[in-house]
Antibody
Framework: QITLKESGPTLVKPTQTLTLTCTVS??????????VGWIRQPPGKALEWLAL???????RYSPSLKTRLTITKDTSRNQVVLTMTNMDPVDTATYYC?????????????WGQGTLVTVSS | QSALTQPPSVSGSPGQSVTISCTGT?????????VSWYQQVPGTAPKLMIY???NRPSGVPDRFSGSKSGNTASLTISGLQAEDEADYYC??????????FGGGTKLTVL
């Protein structure tokens, strides 16, 4: 059974760097075709895709946030980490970790429960 | 950046059918089947309902169907049930912008 669980700070100050960790189970991050990404949702607003990393360490980033994001993975620890620099109150959102459905797929079949991050001084 | 436009809200009575549209500007919308739909019940994580325009993951009722014509994709829910009340998001993958979501549509079951 595939599960994903997000962890990280619930409160960050403006200008700080956010680091979120997604711990996965039920699959290996090194299996061909695997992709794990991050999607966020500000309160009351729409979903926004942020980044994704593939089994072969290839990375994809939202063009509008590319300069602020870094996604990495630690296969031995079954973790995917997202860092976002220069946080701003508009970055307040629930951040979801997601699993790409499979090789060649362009959708996400498993989602974590999400973690709410508030940016405030 | 490719934008996806959805109606803010739709509604229907139990047993009726409703259709949610998703219109895109990218040429890739027209030529590829990289459209998916997600259902989000308030307070919970989104759930994949349709992938590759018209395919249902295991466990999704066949009341949910998807289609595409030109630059518009559609999600149709037939035989509406109270449990279908949720927000619905379309998503498109393109080679330039990767994954882009629509603004979401709130479905109200009257």
């Amino acid at each position: 059974q595939i599960t994903l669980k997000e962890s990280g700070p619930t409160l960050v100050k403006p200008t700080q760097t956010l680091t979120l960790t997604c711990t996965v189970s039920g699959f290996s991050l090194s299996t061909s075709g695997v992709g794990v990404g991050w999607i966020r949702q500000p309160p009351g607003k729409a979903l926004e895709w942020l980044a994704l990393i593939y089994w072969d360490d290839d990375e994809r980033y939202s063009p509008s946030l590319k300069t602020r994001l870094t996604i990495t993975k630690d296969t031995s620890r079954n973790q995917v980490v997202l860092t976002m620099t220069n946080m701003d109150p508009v970055d307040t959102a629930t951040y979801y970790c997601v699993h790409r459905r499979g090789y060649g797929a362009y959708d996400f079949d498993y989602w974590g429960q999400g973690t709410l991050v508030t940016v405030s001084s | 950046q490719s934008a996806l436009t959805q109606p803010p809200s739709v509604s229907g009575s139990p047993g009726q059918s409703v259709t949610i549209s998703c219109t895109g500007t990218s040429s890739e919308f027209r030529f590829y089947n990289r459209v998916s739909w997600y259902q989000q019940v308030p307070g919970t994580a989104p759930k994949l309902m349709i992938y590759e325009v018209s395919n249902r993951p295991s466990g999704v009722p066949d009341r949910f169907s998807g289609s595409k014509s030109g630059n518009t994709a559609s999600l149709t829910i037939s035989g509406l049930q109270a449990e279908d009340e949720a927000d619905y998001y379309c998503n498109l993958y393109t080679t330039n912008t990767f994954w882009v979501f629509g603004g979401g549509t709130k479905l109200t079951v009257l």
